[in-house]
């Protein structure tokens, strides 16, 4: 598999495999199988929720539409689910770099815009809005400046995506119980 071609699909069209903006979370299960764990996002609150598919951490609403992708870059490789369900995840190796994907995003004629923060000199973040009311970003951080070993090629942090076109959730149907998949 080849990471860094998959990204670049994720940042032309937003979709990472069976997982996009406003996707119901009946069809990554049926995608790809149960969630391999699943929790609140706030002890408070009782959605949104965390799921896990391999290494990625999808946040479902509480009418069950995806409205966050978190795909973490920081690790030596990355887990992502494939057709079939549990056991058919696949592997990549890790990091990406930032010359790599801003390579292959020239190559396939995706336009980004890259922003950086005062209040995080060390990290920058490459965004592309490939849908409507998407955004799928990349994140690059000089994880080794304050050893003084600074490198000019940052790898990846973090990708991700979400959405702004969901509306409020209708209020829940109290009398039903929560089955953590239906809306």
């Not at 990091?95 to 292959?104: F, G, K, N, R, Y």
């Not at 020239?106 to 009311?133: C, F, I, K, M, Y």
Request: charged share 20%; hydrophobic share 35%.
């Amino acid at each position: 598999m080849d990471l860094v071609e998959e990204l670049t699909r994720f940042a032309a069209t937003g979709r990472f495999g069976a997982f996009h903006a406003g996707v119901h979370l009946r069809d990554v299960v049926a995608a790809y199988g149960e969630p391999e764990w699943s929790g609140r996002v706030s002890a408070k609150r009782r959605w949104p929720h965390w799921f896990g598919y391999g290494s990625l951490q999808p946040v479902f609403c509480r009418c069950r539409l995806l409205n966050a992708l978190y795909i973490p870059g920081w690790h030596e490789e990355l887990e992502i689910p494939g057709p079939g369900g549990p056991g058919a995840a696949r592997v990549a190796a890790l990091p990406v770099t930032e010359s790599q994907l801003t390579a292959a995003f020239t190559a396939a004629g995706v336009v980004w815009r890259t922003e950086w923060s005062e209040n995080l000199p060390h990290q920058r973040t490459l965004s592309t809005e490939p849908a409507p009311d998407t955004v799928v970003y990349f994140t690059f951080w000089d994880r080794h400046h304050d050893e003084g070993r600074s490198v000019p090629d940052w790898p990846l942090y973090q990708a991700g995506t979400s959405g702004s076109g969901h509306g409020p959730c209708p209020e829940p149907d109290r009398g039903l119980p929560d089955d953590g998949y239906g809306a």
